[in-house]
């Protein structure tokens, strides 16, 4: 009986696949309440090959955070050359792309979970940075006002809260008010 062929992965696809399950696991307990043992589990390693791939559990959060804050922003830029293309407000666009993204509840959290670790300077660094690239291609894109700008980022701030506690599903008063977006910071 022959033997079966075994496809190895390379170091770089087994981050990626690490990092698919870290983003689940992280997502569910944030970077304190998360045992690297259970993201090895989900990944189908050993904890050992875990920390030969990310040295500590916080290297790994900061690479999770890292991919979050590029996905983000790739739908920005998306969003803002689609919108140019078709003539179309590109601060709106980036708004409803951003909405679009609020539906990855793991994306969500993990966006929260980041906001959380700031204590850890790294991982504050790495939040940092994401902003400004955002904050940077907001600007280039839209050509909003910095008030403008702010306010698209305070709005969404707000969406990132109500879509964590799930307010839509709310019908109280208080949610109401809070999910009527106004028209004029980009977000429908």
């Known amino acids: 009986m022959a033997a079966a062929s075994r496809t190895l992965s390379t170091a770089e696809e087994r981050r990626e696949e690490i990092l698919e399950a870290a983003e689940r696991v992280f997502a569910a307990r944030g970077l304190h309440g998360t045992p690297t043992i259970e993201i090895a589990k989900a990944a189908g390693i050993s904890q050992a090959y875990l920390f030969r791939l990310f040295p500590t559990k916080?290297?790994?959060?900061?690479?999770?955070?890292?991919?979050?804050?590029a996905r983000v922003l790739r739908?920005?830029?998306?969003?803002?050359?689609?919108?140019?293309?078709?003539?179309?407000?590109?601060?709106?666009?980036?708004?409803?792309?951003?909405?679009?993204?609020?539906?990855?509840?793991?994306?969500l959290l993990n966006q929260l979970n980041a906001h959380a670790a700031c204590d850890d300077p790294a991982i504050r660094d790495e939040v940092r940075r994401g902003f400004a690239q955002l904050v940077e291609l907001v600007e280039r894109a839209s050509g909003a006002s910095a008030e403008e700008v702010r306010d698209f980022f305070a709005q969404g701030m707000l969406l990132n809260v109500l879509a964590a506690m799930r307010a839509e599903e709310v019908d109280e008063h208080w949610a109401q008010v809070l999910l009527k977006r106004p028209p004029d910071v980009g977000c429908p």
Not at 58 to 69: D, G, I, K, T, Y
Not at 76 to 89: L, S, W
């Open 58 to 69: 916080a290297e790994l959060f900061m690479a999770l955070v890292e991919r979050c804050n």
């Open 75 to 107: 739908t920005f830029a998306d969003a803002a050359d689609a919108a140019r293309a078709a003539g179309e407000p590109v601060l709106a666009a980036m708004g409803r792309a951003y909405i679009g993204l609020l539906g990855d509840r793991n994306l």
